[in-house]
Structures are given as C-alpha cells and as structure tokens.
C-alpha cells in the first residue's frame, strides 16, 4: 500500500501540531522511504522554542503518509518534533499521548478514546477587524434550523449531506480514519463526525487530520469549515465528546455484568478522576475565550462536575451499556479548538488519578443538571479561560508523569497572552446594550 502511494507523490505536506493545537506544516520533495523524512523549521516561530534556540527538526512517522485526493502529485505525512536527530523536543504536543501510552503499557493497560467532532460549514464568513474603529462579522448559513421538531438533527435529507459523504469517503479511502457514524447536528450549517475508538496517539492523530480535509473540501466547494465552539448564538455550540475505556489485554476494566448499568468500580473511579479535575482539565479542553461561551446552561453542554447515566446534561455521561464492548464514559466539556493530544492525555491521567486514589464520584445526577440549584463554585466548570487557567496552575501535578514542565509553562503562558487579546476587544453585543448608557 506504501508503495502504490509513494509512486503517485512528489512533494509531502510534513504536519505537526504546536503547543496551542494548531495544525502547522513545511513542505519537501519526496524521493523514497528508504531515507528519512526530515525537515527542519524555526521553533521560535510556532511558539515551541526561544529565539536563542530556536532550530527544531521534523521527522515523519511514514505510517502516516498519505495521498492528498485533490492534489494529484503531493502527500501528507503526520511528524514528530525533535531537538535534534536524536532528541525529542520537550514541547512536542505528540510526545505526551506517546509517553502516555508508554507510561500505561507498564501497567499492562491501553486506553482506548473515540472522539464525536462537531463543527459548522457556511457558506461565507466575514470578519474584519481593524482596531480600534473596526471590529465585527457576518455568517451566511448552508442551512437554518428551528426549534424542536423544526430541527435539523439527523434529518434523512439536508443542504450538507453530499458534503458529509464527500469528507467520510475521503477520510477512509485516503487517510486510513474509520468513522462510526456522521449526521447533521441540531444547530445551523453543523455537522458531526464520530471516529472510531483507538489509541489516544491516534485518535489526536486523526482529530487534526479531520480537522484539515473538512476545511480543504469544504473550501473546494467555496465554503468555510468552522471548528470553534460558539459561532452561531442562541445555538448549540461544537463539542469534542471524548468517550474513555481502559483495557487489560481482551478485558475491559470499566465492564461489570453484575451492575445494573454495567459499569464496574474501576469505571466509577475513573470518573471521579474527572470530576475531581475538571476545573483544571477545563484549560486544556475548552481551551479558547470562546469555549466559554458553549459552557453555559441549555444547549447540551456541560456547566457542572456532575455525572449521570445517558444524560447529555453532565460532564460525564455513562452510555447506554450493551455488552463488555461498549462499556466507556463520556467526558462532555471538550470542544474542537482543544490540542487533541495534550486534551486526551490529559482525560486518561485524570482519570488514572481518580482509580488510584479511589475517588468516589458521587450519586449519578438522574435530572437536568442546568434545575440544580445554587451549586458551590468547586462543583461548577470555571466560566472563563483565565478562570480555567489559574485552576491548572494550582491542580496540575496529576499530569507530571507525561507532560514536561516545559510543555505547560510554554502552553499556560500562550494562553494567557490570548486571553488577554482577545477579553480586550469588545463584542458587537457589547455595543448594542451599552452605547447609549
């Protein structure tokens, strides 16, 4: 199969994720995979490394090469970031669902995440921003949806259905992604993606590549591919779901058929990790100015550390259980714009933190979390980045064994600076209420 897809390329797209989650890439000539495929590029200048140090090399991990369907002579390959031949970079987002799996294979466990992507295609987008007169944008819909029955969600026919086919096909025949399932969500123009349960390097993997061919399609038909939480107001908003199991060997640790819903201690456990840690997860999940504008109650996204079976209104929600293989948690807060690798293994240590100090998760919540009266602020996701940020400062030692000290310092400093730029710049809502005080 390598070799069919080598004779077709001349030139490689060699991708690599920085700190904050953007996809980035350098292209080269390809020649053959008997030599590496290497790259060299400024760190100083994706944020990894200081101007003082600043040189990083990509190595590609060959696995992934593929071809690009609408670019008959090119490929993309997935690269891990070294220091040098030799030595990692500390920095590498990569590097921490690996050191991840490795930290997990001593205890004879995997771990297995599956993702739901959601995200919107319109049909334009047009922002302009030239402080300080000019700020504002416009969208223009594929699609309106309405309320209730006047819903778009999973309608047998919509305006982005040829799109949809178009992105899983090409996503299976040309990038090796197994997709379980896609529809159109209940909001305007939004769509979902969910991507097959596998390794956390993987699914990260597979996040940004999904991330890439939606918005090149979407592009080759004149739309735009959105992947930030919040565009639409009054609307749902995109998550990431990331649904969670642990297995040793062909046993899944979070099954028991004694349990009614089937969920074993160790699952429960797991979840306690999460609600434990969910205000500091928060920073690497939701990890955008605008991720907070999804977290708010009554459209479907989680506003509380709270779990429940089946129930959408959680943080954590346990699926309906039908055998051993299906037996995972749901965690709720993640949304697109999230670092797939640092968001993923960060969920699994949470987790893992919960199994080994035995942190009970409570009661499962059997009503909407959004009638829950005055909940206490450590029960309560943080309402903004700053807010989430500060937690991880304070409630981030559970990440040690796989994310470098370096990796958090350089990512918690970045977001901070975004913070920062973009809470300055008023919204046009801003305006509408308050001019005329």
Same mark, same amino acid.
């Given at each position: 199969?390598?070799?069919?897809?080598?004779?077709?390329?001349?030139?490689?797209?060699?991708?690599?994720?920085?700190?904050?989650?953007?996809?980035?890439?350098?292209?080269?000539?390809?020649?053959?995979?008997?030599?590496?495929?290497?790259?060299?590029?400024?760190?100083?200048?994706?944020?990894?490394?200081?101007?003082?140090?600043?040189?990083?090399?990509?190595?590609?991990?060959?696995?992934?090469?593929? &071809?690009?369907?609408?670019?008959?002579?090119?490929?993309?390959?997935?690269?891990?970031?070294?220091?040098?031949?030799?030595?990692?970079?500390?920095?590498?987002?990569?590097?921490? *669902?690996?050191?991840?799996?490795?930290?997990?294979?001593?205890?004879?466990?995997?771990?297995?995440?599956?993702?739901?992507?959601?995200?919107?295609?319109?049909?334009?987008?047009?922002?302009?921003?030239?402080?300080?007169?000019?700020?504002?944008?416009?969208?223009?819909?594929?699609?309106?949806?309405?309320?209730?029955?006047?819903?778009?969600?999973?309608?047998? !026919?919509?305006?982005?259905? !040829?799109?949809?086919? +178009?992105?899983?096909?090409?996503?299976?025949?040309?990038?090796?992604?197994?997709?379980?399932?896609?529809? &159109?969500?209940?909001?305007?123009?939004?769509?979902?993606?969910?991507?097959?349960?596998?390794?956390?390097?993987?699914?990260?993997?597979?996040?940004?590549?999904?991330?890439?061919?939606?918005?090149?399609?979407?592009?080759?038909?004149?739309?735009?591919?959105?992947?930030?939480?919040?565009?639409?107001?009054?609307?749902?908003?995109?998550?990431?779901?990331? &649904?969670?199991?642990?297995?040793?060997?062909?046993?899944?640790?979070?099954?028991?058929?004694?349990?009614?819903?089937? #969920?074993?201690?160790?699952?429960?456990?797991?979840?306690?990790?999460? #609600?434990?840690?969910?205000?500091?997860?928060?920073?690497?999940?939701?990890? *955008?100015?605008?991720?907070?504008?999804?977290?708010?109650?009554?459209?479907?996204?989680?506003?509380?550390?709270?779990?429940?079976?089946?129930?959408?209104?959680?943080?954590?929600?346990?699926?309906?259980?039908?055998?051993?293989?299906?037996?995972?948690?749901?965690?709720?807060?993640?949304?697109?714009?999230?670092?797939?690798?640092?968001?993923?293994?960060?969920?699994?240590?949470?987790?893992?933190?919960?199994?080994?100090?035995?942190?009970?998760?409570?009661?499962?919540?059997?009503?909407?979390?959004?009638?829950?009266?005055?909940?206490?602020?450590?029960?309560?996701?943080?309402?903004?980045? *700053?807010?989430? #940020?500060?937690?991880?400062?304070?409630?981030?030692?559970?990440?040690?064994?796989?994310?470098?000290?370096?990796?958090?310092?350089?990512?918690?400093?970045?977001? +901070?600076?975004?913070?920062?730029?973009?809470?300055?710049?008023?919204?046009?809502?801003?305006?509408?209420?308050? &001019?005329?005080?």
């Amino acid at each position: 199969m390598l070799r069919t897809i080598e004779r077709q390329i001349e030139w490689v797209e060699m991708h690599y994720t920085d700190v904050v989650g953007r996809l980035r890439s350098t292209s080269v000539p390809y020649r053959d995979s008997e030599r590496p495929l290497v790259a060299r590029v400024d760190g100083s200048s994706v944020g990894i490394s200081d101007i003082s140090d600043s040189d990083a090399v990509l190595v590609a991990d060959v696995s992934t090469l593929s &071809h690009i369907p609408w670019s008959s002579e090119w490929g993309r390959v997935v690269c891990d970031i070294y220091r040098d031949v030799k030595s990692r970079h500390p920095v590498d987002s990569r590097l921490v *669902t690996q050191k991840l799996e490795e930290y997990l294979k001593g205890s004879g466990v995997e771990a297995l995440v599956g993702v739901e992507v959601e995200f919107f295609v319109f049909k334009s987008l047009k922002a302009a921003f030239v402080p300080p007169v000019s700020a504002g944008y416009r969208i223009e819909l594929v699609d309106r949806a309405g309320a209730k029955l006047l819903s778009n969600y999973q309608m047998a !026919s919509d305006g982005l259905r !040829s799109y949809r086919v +178009e992105l899983v096909d090409t996503l299976s025949k040309f990038f090796s992604i197994k997709v379980s399932g896609h529809h &159109h969500e209940v909001a305007s123009s939004q769509l979902e993606l969910d991507i097959e349960a596998s390794s956390p390097t993987k699914i990260a993997d597979s996040v940004q590549t999904v991330k890439y061919v939606a918005k090149s399609l979407a592009e080759l038909r004149g739309f735009k591919a959105v992947f930030m939480p919040k565009p639409v107001c009054y609307e749902n908003g995109s998550g990431m779901h990331v &649904h969670a199991s642990l297995w040793r060997g062909p046993k899944n640790l979070f099954y028991d058929d004694g349990d009614t819903h089937g #969920l074993s201690q160790t699952a429960r456990y797991f979840i306690g990790g999460l #609600l434990y840690h969910v205000r500091a997860l928060a920073a690497l999940v939701a990890p *955008t100015v605008n991720s907070y504008r999804r977290l708010v109650p009554g459209f479907e996204s989680p506003v509380y550390s709270v779990w429940g079976y089946r129930n959408r209104s959680a943080a954590v929600r346990v699926p309906l259980v039908s055998g051993e293989r299906h037996a995972r948690v749901e965690f709720r807060p993640p949304d697109p714009t999230a670092n797939p690798y640092l968001a993923l293994a960060a969920i699994v240590m949470a987790g893992l933190d919960g199994i080994r100090k035995s942190i009970d998760p409570g009661d499962p919540l059997n009503e909407s979390a959004y009638e829950l009266p005055r909940v206490p602020k450590e029960r309560r996701l943080p309402s903004s980045l *700053t807010e989430a #940020l500060g937690e991880l400062l304070s409630d981030g030692d559970f990440l040690k064994p796989v994310f470098t000290d370096e990796l958090l310092e350089r990512y918690i400093e970045a977001k +901070e600076r975004e913070a920062v730029e973009v809470i300055a710049v008023p919204a046009p809502i801003e305006f509408l209420k308050y &001019h005329d005080f």
